[in-house]
């Protein structure tokens, strides 16, 4: 199974991806999660996404197909991937079919998790993560237990500032790539709205 997990900026695809990945037993790859721990580690390209992803600008075409292309090729996503926050542009789904049509391979799903403007804001501010499991929380949709409350933390472009950014971006770069893929036949939307469990039932008929 070869599928894009495509939505705005807090649409639940980190969170989705999580409580997919066991049903079909490939591995998640995240762009914005690959941009944050060569952040972390302080490398030459972690230091020129930060201040991109700071503001909530996009990290460069280039940079990002380059991981992406080197990722997939791995022995690990030869049966399948869910690509997370990848493609973001035109020109990432362009070079990501050049790449996968290279390989004699395609795409099964794309799917657009689908949650409006108003409601983003809300979720992006209120995220927390735990940096020992990954686990993704929210201080009032999906709360941390007590015994983890202390040590999360909250992301960077997390900032009200920096997520009306995201979403202006999402909505002029990224929106283009839905025509794109419907065009091909893969993608399917699916209502982000909802219970997590709501939104994973429906992930799962969608997918099937
Ligand atoms: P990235 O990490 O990909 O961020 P994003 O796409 O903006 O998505 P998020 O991680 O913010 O949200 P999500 O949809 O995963 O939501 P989540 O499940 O956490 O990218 C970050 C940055 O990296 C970009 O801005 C860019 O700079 C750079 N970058 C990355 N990829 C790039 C690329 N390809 N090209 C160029 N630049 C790139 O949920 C959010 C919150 O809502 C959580 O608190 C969660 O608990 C809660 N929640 C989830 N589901 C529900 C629900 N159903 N109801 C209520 N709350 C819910």
Redesign the pocket.
């Given at each position: 199974m070869r599928m894009i997990l495509v939505?705005?900026?807090?649409?639940?695809?980190?969170?989705?991806?999580a409580r997919l990945l066991e049903r079909y037993g490939i591995p998640h790859i995240?762009?914005?999660?690959m941009?944050?721990a060569a952040v972390k580690e302080g490398t030459e390209l972690g230091k020129q996404?930060d201040a991109?992803?700071k503001r909530?600008?996009?990290?460069?075409?280039e940079v990002?197909i380059g991981l992406?292309q080197e990722r997939i090729a791995k022995p690990d996503a030869q049966k399948g991937f869910m690509l997370?926050?990848?493609?973001?542009?035109l020109p990432?789904a362009q070079a990501l079919q050049t790449a996968l049509d290279e390989s004699g391979v395609d795409l099964d799903a794309v799917v657009l998790?689908e949650v409006p403007d108003q409601l983003i804001v809300d979720?992006?501010t209120?995220?927390?993560s735990d940096p020992e499991t990954g686990a993704?929380?929210?201080l009032k949709?999906?709360p941390p237990p007590a015994d983890v409350a202390d040590r999360l933390v909250q992301?960077k472009?997390?900032t009200e500032e920096a997520c009306v950014a995201?979403l202006e971006?999402?909505h002029s770069q990224t929106a283009p790539i839905v025509p794109f893929y419907e065009k091909r036949g893969v993608l399917t939307r699916v209502d982000?709205?909802?219970?997590?469990d709501?939104?994973t039932a429906r992930l799962v008929d969608a997918i099937g």
């Amino acid at each position: 199974m070869r599928m894009i997990l495509v939505g705005p900026p807090g649409a639940g695809k980190g969170t989705q991806a999580a409580r997919l990945l066991e049903r079909y037993g490939i591995p998640h790859i995240s762009t914005g999660d690959m941009l944050r721990a060569a952040v972390k580690e302080g490398t030459e390209l972690g230091k020129q996404a930060d201040a991109c992803m700071k503001r909530g600008d996009l990290v460069p075409d280039e940079v990002v197909i380059g991981l992406v292309q080197e990722r997939i090729a791995k022995p690990d996503a030869q049966k399948g991937f869910m690509l997370d926050g990848f493609p973001r542009t035109l020109p990432q789904a362009q070079a990501l079919q050049t790449a996968l049509d290279e390989s004699g391979v395609d795409l099964d799903a794309v799917v657009l998790i689908e949650v409006p403007d108003q409601l983003i804001v809300d979720r992006i501010t209120g995220r927390r993560s735990d940096p020992e499991t990954g686990a993704i929380y929210h201080l009032k949709f999906n709360p941390p237990p007590a015994d983890v409350a202390d040590r999360l933390v909250q992301r960077k472009d997390d900032t009200e500032e920096a997520c009306v950014a995201r979403l202006e971006k999402y909505h002029s770069q990224t929106a283009p790539i839905v025509p794109f893929y419907e065009k091909r036949g893969v993608l399917t939307r699916v209502d982000g709205v909802g219970t997590p469990d709501e939104v994973t039932a429906r992930l799962v008929d969608a997918i099937g």
